[in-house]
Protein backbone atom coordinates (compact mmCIF):
# COMPACT_ATOMS: atom_id res chain seq x y z
CA UNK A 1 0.00 0.00 0.00
CA UNK A 2 1.07 3.36 -0.94
CA UNK A 3 1.78 5.27 2.24
CA UNK A 4 1.42 8.91 3.51
CA UNK A 5 3.38 11.26 5.69
CA UNK A 6 1.33 13.97 7.73
CA UNK A 7 3.17 16.51 10.82
CA UNK A 8 1.96 15.09 13.99
CA UNK A 9 0.15 18.31 15.09
CA UNK A 10 -0.21 22.06 13.86
CA UNK A 11 -2.07 25.20 15.12
CA UNK A 12 -4.22 28.12 13.85
CA UNK A 13 -5.55 30.83 14.77
CA UNK A 14 -9.33 31.42 14.75
CA UNK A 15 -10.85 33.08 11.31
CA UNK A 16 -7.50 32.50 10.06
CA UNK A 17 -6.71 29.96 7.21
CA UNK A 18 -4.83 26.73 7.98
CA UNK A 19 -2.96 24.46 5.25
CA UNK A 20 -2.54 21.09 6.13
CA UNK A 21 0.18 19.33 3.97
CA UNK A 22 0.52 15.55 3.39
CA UNK A 23 3.35 13.65 1.29
CA UNK A 24 2.67 10.67 -0.72
CA UNK A 25 5.97 10.27 -2.32
CA UNK A 26 4.81 6.97 -3.73
CA UNK A 27 1.71 7.29 -4.50
CA UNK A 28 0.33 5.69 -8.34
CA UNK A 29 -1.42 6.87 -11.34
CA UNK A 30 -4.20 5.25 -10.27
CA UNK A 31 -4.63 6.80 -6.21
CA UNK A 32 -7.22 8.80 -5.51
CA UNK A 33 -5.97 11.26 -2.82
CA UNK A 34 -8.81 11.31 0.52
CA UNK A 35 -8.94 13.28 3.62
CA UNK A 36 -11.21 12.46 7.02
CA UNK A 37 -11.09 14.15 9.71
CA UNK A 38 -12.05 13.20 13.61
CA UNK A 39 -13.88 15.56 15.98
CA UNK A 40 -13.37 14.55 19.44
CA UNK A 41 -15.16 11.41 20.67
CA UNK A 42 -16.67 11.18 17.30
CA UNK A 43 -16.12 8.62 14.25
CA UNK A 44 -14.02 9.83 11.18
CA UNK A 45 -15.50 11.78 8.64
CA UNK A 46 -15.28 12.53 5.35
CA UNK A 47 -13.72 16.03 3.72
CA UNK A 48 -12.53 15.69 0.11
CA UNK A 49 -10.59 13.43 -2.52
CA UNK A 50 -9.46 14.15 -5.94
CA UNK A 51 -7.15 12.46 -8.42
CA UNK A 52 -4.98 14.81 -10.03
CA UNK A 53 -6.99 18.57 -10.27
CA UNK A 54 -7.91 20.43 -7.34
CA UNK A 55 -11.06 20.23 -5.63
CA UNK A 56 -13.00 22.53 -3.62
CA UNK A 57 -16.44 21.53 -1.58
CA UNK A 58 -18.52 23.39 1.27
CA UNK A 59 -15.70 22.20 3.74
CA UNK A 60 -12.64 22.25 2.59
CA UNK A 61 -10.32 22.75 -0.68
CA UNK A 62 -7.79 20.76 -1.79
CA UNK A 63 -4.64 21.33 -3.54
CA UNK A 64 -3.18 18.67 -5.62
CA UNK A 65 0.74 19.42 -6.83
CA UNK A 66 1.42 18.57 -10.23
CA UNK A 67 3.48 15.39 -9.85
CA UNK A 68 1.05 14.63 -7.28
CA UNK A 69 3.52 13.49 -4.56
CA UNK A 70 1.77 15.89 -1.86
CA UNK A 71 -1.10 17.33 -1.40
CA UNK A 72 -2.62 20.45 0.92
CA UNK A 73 -5.74 20.26 2.76
CA UNK A 74 -7.06 23.98 3.06
CA UNK A 75 -9.13 25.29 5.65
CA UNK A 76 -10.52 28.63 4.46
CA UNK A 77 -11.43 30.19 7.72
CA UNK A 78 -10.42 28.15 10.58
CA UNK A 79 -13.23 27.91 13.45
CA UNK A 80 -12.93 26.27 17.15
CA UNK A 81 -15.19 23.59 15.60
CA UNK A 82 -12.38 22.67 12.96
CA UNK A 83 -10.41 21.12 15.78
CA UNK A 84 -10.00 17.65 15.28
CA UNK A 85 -7.44 15.20 13.52
CA UNK A 86 -6.77 15.39 9.59
CA UNK A 87 -5.97 11.97 7.80
CA UNK A 88 -5.03 11.72 4.41
CA UNK A 89 -4.74 8.26 2.78
CA UNK A 90 -4.70 6.93 -1.00
CA UNK A 91 -7.52 4.90 -2.60
CA UNK A 92 -6.95 2.80 -5.65
CA UNK A 93 -9.28 3.82 -8.44
CA UNK A 94 -9.67 -0.11 -9.67
CA UNK A 95 -10.91 -2.10 -8.19
CA UNK A 96 -11.58 -2.94 -4.28
CA UNK A 97 -8.70 -2.00 -2.06
CA UNK A 98 -8.80 -2.07 1.79
CA UNK A 99 -8.16 1.54 3.34
CA UNK A 100 -5.66 2.36 6.31
CA UNK A 101 -5.15 5.57 8.36
CA UNK A 102 -1.68 6.95 9.35
CA UNK A 103 -1.48 8.61 12.45
CA UNK A 104 -2.59 12.47 10.93
CA UNK A 105 -2.79 15.86 11.85
CA UNK A 106 -3.75 17.15 15.71
CA UNK A 107 -5.38 20.22 14.57
CA UNK A 108 -5.48 22.85 17.14
CA UNK A 109 -7.50 26.13 17.04
CA UNK A 110 -6.85 29.18 19.41
CA UNK A 111 -9.34 31.37 19.98
CA UNK B 1 -30.78 7.93 6.16
CA UNK B 2 -29.18 6.03 9.08
CA UNK B 3 -25.96 5.44 7.76
CA UNK B 4 -23.78 3.13 9.37
CA UNK B 5 -24.65 1.78 13.19
CA UNK B 6 -22.81 0.36 15.65
CA UNK B 7 -23.89 -1.83 18.59
CA UNK B 8 -23.57 -1.34 21.39
CA UNK B 9 -22.08 2.03 22.07
CA UNK B 10 -20.37 1.24 25.19
CA UNK B 11 -19.53 -2.19 26.67
CA UNK B 12 -17.25 -3.66 29.67
CA UNK B 13 -16.40 -7.28 29.99
CA UNK B 14 -14.01 -9.21 32.02
CA UNK B 15 -10.85 -11.03 30.45
CA UNK B 16 -11.72 -14.27 28.99
CA UNK B 17 -15.35 -13.25 28.33
CA UNK B 18 -16.93 -13.20 24.79
CA UNK B 19 -18.79 -10.80 23.25
CA UNK B 20 -20.16 -9.67 19.03
CA UNK B 21 -19.91 -5.82 18.08
CA UNK B 22 -22.34 -5.45 15.42
CA UNK B 23 -22.16 -3.20 12.62
CA UNK B 24 -25.09 -2.56 9.51
CA UNK B 25 -25.05 0.07 7.17
CA UNK B 26 -27.99 1.08 4.73
CA UNK B 27 -26.10 2.27 1.97
CA UNK B 28 -26.15 -0.74 -0.74
CA UNK B 29 -22.51 -0.94 0.19
CA UNK B 30 -20.31 -3.39 -1.33
CA UNK B 31 -17.21 -2.94 1.38
CA UNK B 32 -17.26 -3.09 5.39
CA UNK B 33 -14.22 -2.99 7.43
CA UNK B 34 -13.59 -3.09 11.59
CA UNK B 35 -10.69 -0.91 12.75
CA UNK B 36 -9.82 0.14 16.37
CA UNK B 37 -8.00 2.94 17.99
CA UNK B 38 -6.56 3.10 20.97
CA UNK B 39 -6.21 6.25 23.13
CA UNK B 40 -4.20 9.31 21.51
CA UNK B 41 -3.71 6.91 18.37
CA UNK B 42 -4.62 6.98 14.58
CA UNK B 43 -7.27 4.04 13.64
CA UNK B 44 -5.90 0.35 12.71
CA UNK B 45 -7.33 -1.56 10.04
CA UNK B 46 -8.74 -5.62 12.12
CA UNK B 47 -10.70 -7.14 9.44
CA UNK B 48 -12.44 -5.95 5.88
CA UNK B 49 -14.64 -7.35 3.55
CA UNK B 50 -15.27 -6.34 -0.36
CA UNK B 51 -18.60 -7.74 -0.44
CA UNK B 52 -20.76 -10.26 1.26
CA UNK B 53 -19.53 -13.71 1.95
CA UNK B 54 -15.74 -12.66 1.76
CA UNK B 55 -13.08 -10.95 4.63
CA UNK B 56 -9.67 -10.32 4.63
CA UNK B 57 -6.93 -9.39 7.04
CA UNK B 58 -5.63 -5.83 8.41
CA UNK B 59 -3.32 -4.78 10.22
CA UNK B 60 -3.79 -6.25 13.33
CA UNK B 61 -6.85 -9.40 13.24
CA UNK B 62 -5.10 -11.32 15.82
CA UNK B 63 -7.78 -12.64 18.84
CA UNK B 64 -11.07 -11.51 16.54
CA UNK B 65 -13.10 -13.55 14.01
CA UNK B 66 -15.80 -11.49 11.57
CA UNK B 67 -18.50 -12.41 9.82
CA UNK B 68 -20.11 -10.97 6.50
CA UNK B 69 -23.50 -12.35 7.68
CA UNK B 70 -24.73 -10.24 4.25
CA UNK B 71 -24.59 -7.39 2.37
CA UNK B 72 -25.69 -4.56 5.01
CA UNK B 73 -23.80 -6.77 8.44
CA UNK B 74 -20.59 -7.14 9.48
CA UNK B 75 -19.69 -8.40 12.96
CA UNK B 76 -16.72 -8.53 15.03
CA UNK B 77 -16.39 -10.95 17.70
CA UNK B 78 -13.54 -11.41 20.07
CA UNK B 79 -14.05 -15.21 21.63
CA UNK B 80 -11.78 -14.08 25.00
CA UNK B 81 -11.26 -10.60 25.71
CA UNK B 82 -7.82 -9.39 26.92
CA UNK B 83 -7.45 -5.81 28.35
CA UNK B 84 -5.10 -5.31 25.71
CA UNK B 85 -8.39 -5.03 23.45
CA UNK B 86 -9.57 -2.17 25.60
CA UNK B 87 -10.07 0.57 22.34
CA UNK B 88 -12.58 2.18 20.59
CA UNK B 89 -14.18 0.27 17.68
CA UNK B 90 -15.15 1.87 14.66
CA UNK B 91 -16.83 -0.07 11.65
CA UNK B 92 -16.84 2.06 8.56
CA UNK B 93 -18.53 1.11 4.68
CA UNK B 94 -17.76 2.10 1.25
CA UNK B 95 -17.99 1.55 -2.33
CA UNK B 96 -15.44 -0.37 -3.95
CA UNK B 97 -14.01 2.57 -6.38
CA UNK B 98 -11.30 4.43 -5.22
CA UNK B 99 -13.05 7.79 -5.24
CA UNK B 100 -15.90 6.49 -2.84
CA UNK B 101 -16.30 7.87 0.22
CA UNK B 102 -15.92 6.13 3.45
CA UNK B 103 -19.00 6.25 6.14
CA UNK B 104 -18.30 5.58 9.50
CA UNK B 105 -20.31 4.57 12.47
CA UNK B 106 -20.31 6.22 15.99
CA UNK B 107 -17.99 3.72 17.71
CA UNK B 108 -18.25 0.94 20.66
CA UNK B 109 -16.19 2.10 23.52
CA UNK B 110 -14.79 -1.21 24.93
CA UNK B 111 -13.10 -2.12 28.20
CA UNK B 112 -11.80 -5.26 29.21
CA UNK B 113 -11.06 -5.38 33.07
Known amino acids: DAKTTQPNSMESNEEEPVHLPCNHS???????IHWYRQLPSQGPEYVIH???SNVNNRMASLAIAEDRKSSTLILHRATLRDAAVYYC????????????FGTGTKLQVIP | NAGVTQTPKFQVLKTGQSMTLQCAQD?????MYWYRQDPGMGLRLIYY???????DKGEVPNGYNVSRLNKREFSLRLESAAPSQTSVYFC????????????FGQGTRLTVV
Open chain 2, 92 to 103: ASSGNRGRAEAF
Open chain 1, 26 to 32: TISGTDY
Open chain 1, 50 to 52: GLT
Open chain 1, 89 to 100: ILRFSGGYQKVT
Open chain 2, 27 to 31: MNHNS
Open chain 2, 49 to 55: SASEGTT
